[in-house]
């Protein structure tokens, strides 16, 4: 079952999971163009996003959201899916929660 989990993670963890799906919390930045964009992560590390023009359109009117998908290296991941989480969230708050998950992990999971 391990082989289907999908860790949250920040910015500064990217590198530790190249060729994983992962998820990051962050707010949407930038759609620079039809197949990227830019998320400010949790821990105010910036996360660049490649995926399909329909996905990028996806996330135009999204301020804050939970990607998934795969990391490609240690700033980049392609994008899979997205959870839309509002317009109001602490980001502050969900890195420090995402750090204690990534100090447990494996520990509790």
């Known amino acids: 079952m391990s082989e289907f989990a999908t860790p949250r993670i920040n910015s500064a ?9 992962i ?19 949790s821990d105010s590390g ?14 135009r009117n999204v301020t804050y959201a939970e990607i998934i998908g795969e990391v490609v290296d240690p ?8 959870s839309d989480l509002g317009s109001n969230i602490d980001l502050k708050l969900v890195d420090e929660v995402i750090q204690q998950c990534m100090r447990f992990m494996g520990r509790i999971f």
């Open 75 to 82: 700033v980049t991941i392609r994008y899979q899916s997205h």
């Open 13 to 21: 963890a990217l590198g530790q999971y190249e060729k994983h799906t």
């Open 46 to 59: 910036i996360v660049n996003i490649n995926a399909l023009p329909m996905q990028v359109e996806s996330l």
């Open 23 to 41: 998820r990051v919390v962050g707010k949407v930045k930038e759609i620079p163009d039809s197949t990227h964009a830019v998320l400010e992560a």
